[in-house]
């Protein structure tokens, strides 16, 4: 029995896919064939198939759309904070409470004392997480600064004065610095005991060089260097240590190690006072005075003669023992004294000798202010 045209059935939302046969491209070759053979019962059955996919690709993408607003509701993205700068080393400017976290209420680790040295490994906020020897905590960040990072500097010396020289002997020393140097000081220094002064300054150029002078002011074995004080933005720099042999006159009065009637003082030869001299008794006979030199001294100088209280006619022999050799000086009167030098390299022992030489009348034979040439002091 004929019940009147069907109701046209939406196609579920699965048969949403076409076949290939029914595809755009292929839908128009498919359906051209057919047209041929069967016209009008194609025009009718596309215009009810028009229907219905598009029925069904309306209700399906409705379906489509709700259940995606349902089932998938907005995703947040998470953004990554920027990163913080870490082992960076700054320094309190007060005394610091270090927290186990980033708040005034958590719990105090210890106390860090102004001045002390952190270093930065995370931040939040107004507080900084650091280090501080094995200790890891937070502080707040508006009481650290920054340390200057100093960078590293170089002095070289290229050249130098020799290094055995004659007390008195102007030291110059000259050479090359860092780029970082330039137009900063640099010092000659001497090292006294366990520490090192300063004796001149100069000022490296714009080349990079530099040249400092001064006087070696002290005798025996010495140590200069040039060094370079640290600064804002450098670190301190110097040179190796330079050995020197400063060679001095040493007086020796007064130290003999042994003597037969030789007296130390004051003694007027020629009219001419000479300090710290060597003489003999009043009218004594052969007389004299040993000394150490232990091998440091090169030279032996003094200015021979009667002493001007001497007896007129009084006249003295005078001779030089270097070890076991003897160095005769010749024989002096009343009268202008002689200045004499004698070679005592690789002397252990001298002995200053006076005799009478066969002369009987009284008076002091005198060694003027007798010294040694020596590295150090002997």
């Known amino acids: 029995m004929y019940q009147g045209p069907r109701p046209v059935q939406l196609l579920p939302a699965r048969l949403t896919l076409i076949p290939a046969r029914w595809g755009a491209r292929e839908h128009s070759h498919s359906w051209g064939i057919q047209m041929t053979h069967h016209r009008t019962y194609s025009?009718?059955?596309?215009?009810?198939?028009?229907?219905?996919?598009?029925?069904?690709?309306?209700?399906t993408g409705a379906?489509?759309?709700?259940?995606?607003?349902?089932?998938?509701?907005?995703?947040?993205?998470?953004?990554?904070?920027?990163?913080?700068?870490?082992?960076?080393?700054?320094?309190?400017t007060a005394d610091l409470n270090l927290r186990?976290?980033?708040s005034t209420s958590a719990k105090i680790i210890t106390t860090l004392a102004k001045g002390t040295k952190v270093t930065v490994i995370d931040s939040s906020g107004s507080w900084k997480k650091v280090n501080v020897g094995k200790r890891t905590g937070w502080v707040a960040a508006k009481f650290l600064k920054a340390v200057a990072v100093k960078k590293k500097a170089t002095v070289t010396v290229t050249s130098r004065t020799k290094s055995n020289v004659d007390l008195g002997t102007k030291l110059t020393f000259a050479g090359t610095t860092s780029k970082n140097l330039k137009g900063k000081t640099v010092a000659l220094q001497i090292r006294t005991g366990s520490k090192w002064s300063?004796?001149?300054?100069?000022?490296?150029?714009?080349?990079?060089?530099?040249?400092?002078?001064?006087?070696?002011t002290q005798a025996g074995a010495q140590k200069y260097r040039v060094y370079a004080p640290s600064t804002s933005t450098t670190k301190a720099a110097t040179t190796k240590a330079y050995k020197y042999t400063v060679w001095s006159w040493y007086k020796i009065g007064g130290t003999a190690v042994d003597?037969?009637?030789?007296?130390?003082g004051d003694a007027m030869i020629g009219g001419v006072n000479f300090t710290k001299s060597v003489y003999s008794d009043w009218g004594t006979g052969d007389v004299w005075a040993?000394?150490?030199?232990?091998?440091?001294?090169?030279?032996?100088?003094?200015?021979i003669g009667m002493k001007d209280n001497s007896s007129t006619?009084?006249?003295?022999?005078?001779?030089?023992d270097v070890d076991s050799t003897a160095v005769e000086l010749g024989s002096r009167g009343i009268g202008a004294g002689l200045a004499i030098t004698v070679d005592i390299t690789d002397a252990n022992r001298i002995r200053?000798?006076?005799?009478?030489?066969?002369?009987?009348?009284?008076?002091?034979?005198?060694?003027g202010t007798p010294q040694v040439y020596c590295s150090t002091a002997p």
Do not use: E, H
């Open 259 to 264: 003597d037969r009637s030789m007296w130390t």
């Open 63 to 92: 379906a489509a759309t709700g259940n995606a607003a349902a089932a998938a509701p907005p995703v947040a993205v998470a953004v990554a904070p920027a990163p913080q700068a870490t082992g960076k080393v700054m320094v309190t």
């Open 198 to 216: 300063t004796l001149k300054k100069a000022k490296v150029t714009s080349k990079l060089t530099f040249t400092v002078s001064a006087k070696a």
């Open 43 to 59: 025009r009718a059955r596309q215009r009810v198939t028009a229907v219905a996919v598009a029925l069904a690709l309306t209700f």
């Open 313 to 320: 006619g009084a006249v003295r022999k005078f001779t030089l």
């Open 352 to 367: 200053l000798n006076a005799t009478r030489d066969g002369n009987t009348i009284r008076g002091y034979a005198a060694y």
């Open 100 to 102: 186990t976290s980033p």
């Open 290 to 303: 040993d000394y150490n030199v232990s091998y440091k001294c090169t030279a032996f100088r003094a200015t």
